[in-house]
């Protein structure tokens, strides 16, 4: 597998498709974020804000905010960022730099955001960490939801292949979700992680590698119940 946009993404679900390349690995896009961000953000007539922003929430001066969309009392969006039409980010939200939100997102409550891209309609609302990452059409984060984009001894990430180890070339790289795939809850993935359309991740998972699409990980162990004595 190349790990191409169009293997893991329907690029029909974002207006943000510049941001990859055809023919190059889709986890390329991450590099580009910032850079097609700013120049997105250049282009856009005032005012910035055209959604609805509670003056409680702290909103940085290059945010975007679309018609339709909501930012919530004690949410914070530094910027840049882009928040797409119908989005709504909830109360207590923390959007960090970078953030390109697509159309009908919700993020919620004690969730972090850092340079990423979310296509349309994804749900990250609870108590997540989503940086230097990728989520596709209608992905779900379940509560407690963890994407790792460091390695614990710093070295580039890599991409575990079918063939091995595939060079990223990134630093911070946390994970490619794709279309409609669901993420249970208290799942860690592990930076490079890579997870295709229509997948399932049980919760409570510790995931690193690739799932092909149409797959589910699963990881309960067994369950004993015994006589309370």
Known sequence: MKFLPGDLLDLAETEHGAVFVDDEPVWTAIARIAGYLDERLDRVASPMRQGQVDPRAVVGDRVFVAPG????????????????SGS?????????ENVIVGNDCVLGNSSEFKNCLLFNRCEVPHFNY???????FRAHLGAGVICS?????????????EDGFLETGL????AIIGDRTEIGCNTVLSP??????????????????????????KSHGEIRVVERR
């Not at 709504?88 to 960090?96: H, P, W």
């Not at 984009?149 to 292949?161: A, M, Q, S, T, Y």
């Open 192 to 217: 490079g992680s890579i997870l295709g359309r229509d997948g399932i991740v049980y919760p409570l998972t510790s995931w690193q590698g690739v799932l092909p699409a149409r797959s589910i990980a």
């Open 88 to 96: 709504v980010v909830r109360s207590g939200a923390y959007v960090r």
């Open 69 to 84: 969309a909501v930012i919530e009392a004690n949410a914070v969006v530094k910027g840049p960022a882009w928040i797409g």
């Open 149 to 161: 984009n460091v390695r614990l001894d710093r070295e580039p990430v890599k991409v575990r292949g």
């Open 171 to 174: 630093r911070k790289f946390g």
């Open 130 to 136: 989503v940086g230097d990452s990728i989520l596709g």
